[in-house]
């Protein structure tokens, strides 16, 4: 049976959702899916295991794996993969940055972003920001290697246990070139943009940093999370991190909130696979309302205090 | 160091609206403005800030495509790098395939760093730098939004879903800038006319060792599929009740 390794992603000792999403890609090539947990324990391992349609969670835990440096995972990656016909990741920053360098290693053509699985060697991947989307095939007897855009993809069940296996650091030459020395992460109580069912995203219209609580206020009321357009990151609204688009986060939510965003292309390109798109803007001629399922011409400082007291 | 190489792709101008050939073979690009990737337009800016602020003493661009490839590459030296090598190849190449030829041209111009674009905006591959990386067995620090350069070494700031990461990493290594690095500057009439007279070489990807054939087949190329034309509300009360309609609010 064709057998397939997924790298988990995982921060901060939790196994991230991407990883859960990755799997269900893999799901739809094969039964036989295996995840591979590098760490600097197998506490967060252990979790992989609930993961529905898992067999095996490999964990290889060394102090190397304190924090994913991608020169460093990827010869052990290499290694362990040599089992496998496929190898997948989630399409984040994590993977996209670890992933290419396996290809170098095995020599294999990577597919970037794979947003649906036509046939087991057959992928669909958008390209031009997801303005055009590319059916590719890879050839019969190659190793299949890609990332999976997880926007396109579920979360999996947790209600799998999965056999934990301890698997020995092969032994392959640690780099010691590259040197972690600190991650600066916007701490929030809300939830995180990619996981979110609701997110609510402003724009250049919001008009300043301030203005943004009234964002947070109306998220505080649905348990949604806050996003916000290129235009609104640059003008120093809120942090990148926050960005929603192409160049920022590919998000899926059932219910997305775009308000006071004109709908940029490349805007559009991170919430084309949300549920519900509700546009308000004051401008009736802004392109955001082209793609919305919901439009409302409205002045968002009058719109957004009416919703929120609405919710009470 | 002595040298930084920049790697830049032509690709259709970030302005312009993609249209699919109605073969579904790809997408028009004939009568189309081209221009240097934006993201590699910004890893070009910032190499030659790394040689204007005495950290460097020469900036060379190598692109890799159409006999075309050499109006980016004049762009690229008005912008001000001193030399461009143009490797000719027609048709499409994958990044596995771009990066091992960049890595025959590593190995002749032996640079101090290399730095591109965190992606391109036609294939959105995000793969060539973290390939020849690997290939020439070089740290990388991808999606970079502040770079700064000390004697054998740099220091990178990362644009992670987490959040903001700073790694060290040795030189030699390869860089891949996100948008928020830099504003690539303007170029000015007496720099094209400057860059008229820089050295341009024209490589034939034949004359290189590397094998340009791929193990992924491009079957077609598709518009995306349309979301399905929505409602206008009046006010608050007819969006709520639109929502719970939809079973988004209870």
Sequence with gaps: ?312 | MEKILVCIKRVIDYNVKIRVKPDESGVVTEGVKMSINPFDEIALEEALRIKENGDAVEVVIVSIGPDDSQQQLRTGLAMGADRAILIKHDGEIEPLTVAKALSEIVEDENPGLIMMGKQAIDDDSSQTGQILAQLCDIPQATFASKVSIQEEKATVVREIDQGLETLEIDLPAIITTDLRLNEPRYVKLPDIMKAKKKVLDVIESGELKTDFSSSIEVINVTPPPPRESGVMVNDVEELVVALKEKGLLS
């Design chain 1, 1 to 312: 049976m064709t057998k397939i390794l997924v790298i988990a992603e995982h921060f901060d000792g939790e196994i991230l959702s991407a990883t859960s999403k990755t799997v269900n890609c893999a799901s739809q090539i094969s039964e036989s899916i295996d995840i591979l947990v590098l760490g600097d324990d197998s506490a967060v391992a252990s979790q992989a295991t609930t993961i529905d349609a898992v067999s095996n969670v490999l964990s290889i835990s060394n102090e190397a794996f304190g924090y994913p440096v991608s020169s460093i995972m990827a010869p052990v990656v290499a290694e362990i993969s040599s089992e496998y016909d496929y190898i997948l990741l989630p399409s984040s920053t994590f993977g996209k940055d670890l992933a290419p360098r396996i290809s170098a290693i095995l020599d294999v053509n990577q597919v970037t972003d794979i947003m649906s699985v036509e046939e087991p060697r057959i992928f669909k991947r958008p390209i031009y920001a997801g303005n055009a989307i590319q059916t590719i095939k890879i050839a019969e007897g190659k190793k299949v290697l890609g990332t999976v855009r997880t926007a396109s993809f579920k979360e999996l069940g947790n209600s799998n246990s999965a056999n934990l296996i301890e698997t020995e650091m092969p032994s392959v030459n640690i780099p010691s070139h590259t040197r972690f020395i600190k991650i600066e992460s916007e701490k929030t109580e809300r939830p995180d943009l990619q996981v979110a069912s609701i997110v609510i995203s402003g724009g250049r219209g919001v008009g300043s940093a301030e203005n943004f609580e009234l964002l947070y206020q109306l998220a505080d009321k649905l348990g949604a999370s806050v996003g916000a357009s290129r235009a609104a990151v640059d003008a120093g609204f809120v942090p990148n991190d926050m960005q929603v688009g192409q160049t920022g986060k590919i998000i899926a939510p059932d219910l997305y909130f775009a308000i006071g965003i004109s709908g940029a292309i490349q805007h559009i390109a991170g919430i084309k696979d949300a549920g519900t798109i509700v546009a308000v803007n004051k401008d009736a001629d802004a392109p955001i309302f082209e793609i919305a399922d919901i439009g409302i011409v409205a002045d968002l400082f009058e719109f957004i205090p009416q919703l929120t007291s609405k919710l009470d």
